[in-house]
């Protein structure tokens, strides 16, 4: 097995990821074949999530890369609280860049799949469709959130309300090297890089608000195989967010197995300890073994 850290330049920030390649890698048409990883919210791919996911790829001879979102871990640029079309723009510009230039070393690589976590599903599935040529044979879908407009109970204080009524913005958190957990947020992932603000404004939740996943309808589905997982104990995401994205998925896919969603038991949002990664595990890896023959893998 092999690591690599490497930027990946797109149109207003450089993006950092890390590919994890096992020694026989699985490989299509001479290109060695990867899953494209995505965080979530204020999240990076320090977090022991990420590099368990990879591990756990790498046990099936797959490759992978994970990245951080523009404004993320060791990202440059800013983000926001509203940009899932931004970061949507950001899967796109990796997957172009991997199948063009590849990662150090190897040159020529394919993504056959994406797994992507709670904001970064979302912004996945709108990836998927805005980029519906770029869109892989297989797509993960841990802990999406597809109500954009409901907001999570009790995520802004009242000061946090009072400023957003009176002067339009508020300073929700700063994130980095010290993080504060002054407004009661949950701090995730490996926060150890440059400290920055997180600002809140109200064109920022009008943008999330106005953001529609409907469009997982218009999911290339005929080529596509999707897996919904969410945990029974999810404190973030309500479980019909997960039910509307399995609801509207069927609809549009021409074959029931192209659709799977499971809810793992007593399993929380941000899969963080060894219980819940070995329940995930075995989601992933049977399904995967599943579809891979589906695809030729």
Not at 18 to 46: C, E, K, Q, W, Y
Request: net charge positive; glycine share 6%; with cysteine.
């Amino acid at each position: 097995m092999s690591q690599t850290e490497f930027f990946v330049p797109s149109r207003t920030s450089q993006l950092f990821a890390r590919a994890i390649v096992p020694n026989a890698p699985r490989t299509t048409n001479g290109r060695i074949v990867m899953f494209v990883l995505s965080h979530g919210l204020l999240d990076n791919i320090d977090a022991p999530m990420f590099r368990h996911i990879q591990q756990t790829l790498c046990t099936l001879s797959i490759a992978s890369v994970a990245f951080d979102f523009h404004g993320n871990g060791r990202s440059t640029g800013t983000t926001s609280y509203g940009n899932y079309h931004d970061e949507a723009d950001d899967i796109a510009n990796l997957v172009q860049y991997l199948h063009s230039v590849g990662i150090p070393n190897t040159k020529h690589v394919y993504v056959i799949g994406m797994l992507a976590h709670s904001k970064g599903a979302s912004s996945m599935m709108l990836f998927a469709t805005k980029y519906a040529y770029l869109c892989p044979s297989l797509l993960v879908n841990l802990s999406g959130r597809f109500w954009l407009a409901r907001e999570i109970t009790m995520r802004w204080t009242q000061e946090n309300q009072r400023q957003l009524r009176e002067t339009g913005k508020f300073l929700w958190r700063r994130y980095g090297a010290k993080p504060s957990k002054s407004n009661g947020a949950i701090i995730t992932g490996s926060e150890q890089q440059l400290v920055r603000e997180y600002w809140i404004s109200m064109s920022d939740m009008a943008e999330r608000a106005g953001t529609d996943m409907g469009v997982v309808q218009m999911l290339p589905l005929h080529r596509t195989f999707v897996l919904n997982i969410m945990g029974s104990k999810d404190q973030i995401v309500p479980d019909d967010d997960v039910w509307e994205y399995d609801r509207l998925m069927r609809m549009a896919a021409p074959h029931a197995d192209r659709v799977v969603t499971r809810i793992v038991p007593g399993a929380k949002h941000f899969w963080n300890n060894q219980r819940e990664l070995e329940a995930l595990d075995r989601s992933l890896v049977r399904w995967l073994t599943t579809v891979l023959p589906k695809i030729g893998l």
